[in-house]
T-cell receptor
Framework: SQKIEQNSEALNIQEGKTATLTCNYT??????LQWYRQDPGRGPVFLLL?????KEKRKERLKVTFDTTLKQSLFHITASQPADSATYLC??????????FGKGTSLLVTP | DAGVIQSPRHEVTEMGQEVTLRCKPI?????LFWYRQTMMRGLELLIY????????DSGMPEDRFSAKMPNASFSTLKIQPSEPRDSAVYFC???????????FGNGTRLTVT
């Protein structure tokens, strides 16, 4: 069966450090993968999209990698700030239009 | 751009009652999605519309659930009759097309007692 796995344990890091979140998947061949941020009581907000032929994508302090051999994406936030505290969701393309989401990893950045 | 607008924000109802959730997508977006989020199952896709036509409703849990999109600026998700296990946050999302990033509303938190 198809699975998208994100670390269910919260990630606690100190301000200024790099946060790295992992998304592993099985039985998918996604054309692209997306990362979203979700704050309590709000809907997810799109951050980055990376396609299967791209190894890495950057946007300001964010970096995403996509390894289709390992079936894994890594999401990095450099120089993390308390305002980066949120739940981060990875989402995989399925059937050309549907996005299937992982359950997310909660990030807490402490001053 | 007002974003995707959902109403109501919170809904508390008794088992057996009909519930209607509403969504106004972003103008110009031709794809609309309904998702449900719970702690146990995360975000689950319920139904996908393209140009107001339901394309994939395989995620709709039971016949108690139905969704409509009478025009490009309005969609509803109805549960009749509601059950306690339907308690969740229901999100509507729209996108420019089926392959573009999703823009989510802030959801409707449904509690069925």
């Amino acid at each position: 069966s198809q699975k998208i796995e994100q670390n269910s344990e919260a990630l606690n890091i100190q301000e200024g450090k790099t946060a790295t979140l992992t998304c592993n998947y099985t039985n998918y061949s996604p054309a692209y993968l997306q990362w979203y941020r979700q704050d309590p009581g709000r809907g997810p907000v799109f951050l980055l999209l990376i396609r299967e032929n791209e190894k890495e994508k950057r946007k300001e302090r964010l970096k995403v990698t996509f390894d289709t051999t390992l079936k894994q994406s890594l999401f990095h936030i450099t120089a993390s700030q308390p305002a980066d505290s949120a739940t981060y969701l990875c989402a995989l393309e399925n059937s050309g239009y549907a996005l299937n989401f992982g359950k997310g990893t909660s990030l807490l950045v402490t001053p | 751009d007002a974003g995707v607008i959902q109403s109501p924000r919170h809904e508390v109802t008794e088992m057996g009652q009909e519930v209607t959730l509403r969504c106004k997508p972003i103008s110009g977006h031709n794809s609309l999605f309904w998702y449900r989020q719970t702690m146990m199952r995360g975000l689950e896709l319920l139904i996908y519309f393209n140009n107001n036509v339901p394309i994939d409703d395989s995620g709709m849990p039971e016949d108690r659930f139905s969704a409509k999109m009478p025009n490009a600026s309005f969609s509803t998700l109805k549960i009749q009759p509601s059950e306690p296990r339907d308690s969740a946050v229901y999100f509507c999302a729209s996108s420019r097309d089926g392959n573009s990033p999703l823009h989510f509303g802030n959801g409707t938190r449904l509690t069925v007692t």
